[in-house]
C-alpha cells in the first residue's frame, strides 16, 4: 500500500514568518493531496488540496505544490498567526482509501 | 447542516467489554470512514463504505465491525476489547469516491481499555 512520511514533526516559527512542511509518497496511482488542520479536541478539517494534474495551487496565505516525478508534496503557509498553531496532516489517495502522514506540530510564536 | 455527528465523546471499556461508536451525518454523503489516531501518529482507516449495505476493510481492521443499513448511519462496533484499542476514533463522511474529493470529519471518540 501507499506510505505517506511527513517532516518535520515539529516546528515553531515567529509570527509573521513562512512555514513549510513536506511529504512523500510511494504510490505512483495516487492522485489526490488533501491538507488537514487539526486543532486540539477536534477532528481534522481540510485547509487546501491538490489533484496530480495541477503543479500549484494557492489560497490566500496558504499553497500546495506537487512534484509528481519526485513523489512529493509541500504545504506553504506565509504571513504566519498565532491562529495557525495546530497539527496538520497530509494525506495522499489513489482509489477509495487515504493514508495519512504523521503529523507536524505547528508553533506560532507571537 | 450538522454535519458528522459522533457520540459517545469519552469512553472508558474494560478489557473484553463490547460497545458500539455512532457515527452520522446528513450531508446525504455515499461514502464513509472510520479511522482511529494514536498519539504521534496519523490516522489509519479501519473501514470504509461505498454506500448503504456496502462497506470494506481498511488499512487496521482487526477486532472491528461495521455496517451500513442507511445513508446516514454508519456505526463502528467494538467486539472484546484490548488495551491496543485505545485510541481517538474519527468518523468522515465524502459525497465521492475518496480519490476525486475531500472528507468531512466528525470531532472523534476518545476511547481508553484498561
Known amino acids: 500500500g501507499e506510505n505517506v512520511e511527513q517532516h518535520p514533526s515539529t516546528l515553531s516559527v515567529q509570527e509573521g514568518d513562512s512555514a513549510v512542511i513536506k511529504c512523500t509518497y510511494s504510490?505512483?496511482?495516487?492522485?489526490?493531496f488533501p491538507w488537514y488542520k487539526q486543532e486540539l479536541g477536534k477532528g481534522p478539517q481540510l485547509i487546501i488540496d491538490?489533484?496530480?494534474?495541477?503543479g500549484e495551487k494557492k489560497d490566500q496565505r496558504i499553497a500546495v505544490t506537487l512534484n509528481k516525478t519526485a513523489k512529493h508534496f509541500s504545504l506553504h503557509i506565509t504571513e504566519t498567526q498565532p491562529e495557525d498553531s495546530a497539527v496538520y496532516f497530509c494525506?495522499?489517495?489513489?482509489?477509495?482509501?487515504?493514508?495519512f502522514g504523521t503529523g507536524t506540530s505547528l508553533t506560532v510564536i507571537p | 447542516n450538522a454535519g458528522v455527528t459522533q457520540t459517545p465523546k469519552f469512553r472508558i471499556l474494560k478489557i473484553g467489554q463490547s460497545m458500539t461508536l455512532q457515527c452520522a451525518q446528513d450531508?446525504?454523503?455515499?461514502?464513509m470512514y472510520w479511522y482511529r489516531q494514536d498519539p504521534g501518529m496519523g490516522l489509519k482507516l479501519i473501514y470504509y463504505?461505498?454506500?448503504?449495505?456496502?462497506?470494506d476493510k481498511g488499512e487496521v481492521p482487526n477486532g472491528y465491525n461495521v455496517s451500513r443499513s442507511t445513508t446516514e448511519d454508519f456505526p463502528l462496533r467494538l467486539e472484546l476489547a484490548a488495551p491496543s484499542q485505545t485510541s481517538v476514533y474519527f468518523c468522515?463522511?465524502?459525497?465521492?469516491?475518496?480519490?476525486?474529493?475531500?472528507?468531512?470529519f466528525g470531532p472523534g471518540t476518545r476511547l481508553t481499555v484498561l
Open positions: 468522515a463522511s465524502s459525497p465521492r469516491l475518496a480519490g476525486s474529493d475531500t472528507q468531512y
Open positions: 504510490d505512483s496511482a495516487s492522485n489526490y
Open positions: 491538490i489533484r496530480s494534474n495541477v
Open positions: 494525506a495522499a489517495s489513489s482509489g477509495n482509501q487515504f493514508y
Open positions: 450531508m446525504n454523503h455515499n461514502y
Open positions: 463504505s461505498v454506500g448503504a449495505g456496502i462497506t
